[in-house]
């Protein structure tokens, strides 16, 4: 029983303190490409930095590989449209020097529809 008890506290103490997945960094065109993944190994999100800064395409997704986000970083501020999907619409939200200029909301049904 004692041998069971301790088995039990090492598993779980284990499972506590498992390292979460190390982001990966590679160079691309004067660039570096990061790659965030969730505990379970699924990518997180992913994007380039310039200069230290964010800038070019990002795209961040859940746990189970569905795309949450996209949109675009120039000089570590959001410009562009940015795509926000959850289970029941999709937000699109146009940024001018990282402020919201315009915001348009679409439902799963209407979505459906076109």
């Known amino acids: 029983m004692k041998k069971l008890v301790i088995m039990s506290v090492?598993?779980?103490s284990g499972m506590m303190f498992a390292q979460e997945?190390?982001?990966?960094f590679e160079v691309v065109d004067q660039m570096v490409k990061a790659t965030y993944y969730h505990d379970n190994g699924q990518i997180k999100e992913q994007g380039f930095y310039l200069d230290g800064k964010l800038h070019g395409k990002w795209v961040s997704y859940?746990?189970?590989?569905t795309?949450?986000?996209t949109g675009e970083y120039q000089n570590g501020k959001k410009v562009g449209k940015w795509f926000?999907?959850?289970e029941n619409s999709l937000n699109e939200v146009d940024f001018n020097d990282s402020r919201v200029a315009?915001?348009?909301k679409w439902s799963r049904e209407a979505?459906?529809?076109n």
């Open 10 to 12: 090492l598993l779980a």
């Open 21 to 24: 997945v190390e982001p990966k």
């Open 62 to 65: 859940n746990e189970n590989g």
């Open 67 to 69: 795309r949450q986000t």
């Open 84 to 86: 926000f999907w959850n």
């Open 102 to 104: 315009d915001v348009k």
């Open 111 to 113: 979505l459906a529809k």
